[in-house]
Structure formats: structure tokens, C-alpha cells
């Protein structure tokens, strides 16, 4: 008798690849079944998922939920929470500076040469240019007024298109210039820039 009781303990033990046990013909199959789902009970309620929480089976066995929570507590609690905070007045965002703008914008993308003109002609000449760029939306010009080497009277049109450029700027229409090699005696061009987003001011 106790070697047929250890057969079919062995016997018991035996299992498939996918996991399933083997019997014999005169086992019990259901019991078999019912051990196997209450050890599966058991390692769900002692499992851990991946964020270090214990997982938990059947909700209703282990808590007790109130299934219909006061809506005056509620509201009340909602009211407090609203009185308690306090409201801060929104921030306003101060502009950018105008050196940190130019930094954005693209290099020279247009040009006008007034070797040649008279004051007049080159005032006139200068400021049509600037208009009309801001109508295409340019951004950044270079205007060349030369040094004046070979003029007897000096440099004339770099005192000219600075008026012109320093009356556009009262103007809104350009937000900065400045001179090609950052001296105005050294150089023989000013840079424009164009101020296209109002918006953004």
C-alpha cells in the first residue's frame, strides 16, 4: 500500500512543458484544480508590481468603500479649498531687449549703394528704400554711403542717412542701426534693422 501512495505522489509531481500536471486515471482531477488556484491566490496577494505596491486581488474583501460619499461634504470641502488659495496677479513679460532681438535676426538680405546722390537725392532716396523693405518683410539692410575720400567737402551723406534712419526710428519703423565696423568714421555702410512684429513689443 505505501508504495502505490508514492507512485501516485510522483505521478502528481510530473508536469508538462506548459505548465499542467500529469495524473493518473483513478485522480482526482478537480481537487488537483483547487490546489492550483489557491496557491495562485495566494502569490497575487503577496505580490509587489514594479513601482514597490502591493497588489491587490478583490477590492470589495480587503476595503470598505463608501459608496455614496455626502455631496455636501464635498462641495463644502471644495469651497474651502478655493477660499484658502490665494490669487496671484498674472505676471507681465517685460520686452526683449533690443540687443537680444538683433541677435535673432538673419544677416543682410538687402542693399542700396548711394554713391553718386546729393544730400537731397540720398535722404529721398533712403527712405523710400526703408519703406518699401518694410512693406516686403525684410528684416535687416545695409545702406553704403562711402567715406567720402573723394568728396572736397568731406563726408556728407553718412550725417544724411543717419537723420533719416534716427527720424524712422521715432517712427517705428526701425528698431535699431548701427554702423558696419561699429565706427561711423571707419565705415562706409549703416545697418538697419526693420521692426516687423509689433505684436511681440
Not at 485522480?27 to 484544480?33: E, G, I, R, T, Y
Not at 495562485?40 to 470598505?64: A, E, P, Y
Not at 518694410?134 to 528684416?139: A, E, S, V
Not at 543717419?162 to 565705415?187: F, G, H, P, R
Request: with cysteine.
Amino acid at each position: 500500500m505505501g508504495n502505490k501512495e508514492k507512485k501516485k505522489q510522483k505521478n502528481f509531481k510530473k508536469k508538462k512543458k506548459n505548465d499542467l500536471p500529469v495524473f493518473d486515471s483513478d485522480h482526482d482531477f478537480l481537487k488537483a484544480f483547487e490546489k492550483k488556484n489557491e496557491i495562485k491566490t495566494d502569490k497575487k496577494r503577496n505580490q509587489i508590481n514594479r513601482h514597490g505596491v502591493q497588489v491587490l486581488d478583490d477590492l470589495s474583501d480587503n476595503h470598505n468603500f463608501r459608496e455614496n460619499p455626502s455631496k455636501e461634504i464635498f462641495s463644502e470641502l471644495l469651497e474651502e479649498s478655493f477660499k484658502n488659495r490665494e490669487v496671484k496677479p498674472a505676471k507681465k513679460t517685460s520686452p526683449m531687449p533690443v540687443k537680444k532681438r538683433i541677435k535673432r535676426y538673419p544677416p543682410v538680405e538687402v542693399e542700396l549703394d548711394l554713391h553718386g546722390y546729393n544730400a537731397i537725392g540720398a535722404q529721398v532716396r533712403a527712405r523710400s528704400f526703408i519703406n518699401n523693405c518694410k512693406h516686403q518683410g525684410f528684416f535687416t539692410l545695409r545702406i553704403i554711403v562711402g567715406k567720402g575720400l573723394h568728396s572736397d567737402l568731406g563726408p556728407v551723406l553718412p550725417d544724411v542717412v543717419e537723420d533719416v534712419c534716427k527720424e524712422m526710428k521715432k517712427q517705428n519703423l526701425v528698431i535699431w542701426y548701427e554702423w558696419d565696423k561699429k565706427k561711423k568714421s571707419k565705415s562706409g555702410a549703416v545697418i538697419v534693422y526693420l521692426k516687423q512684429f509689433e505684436c511681440f513689443e
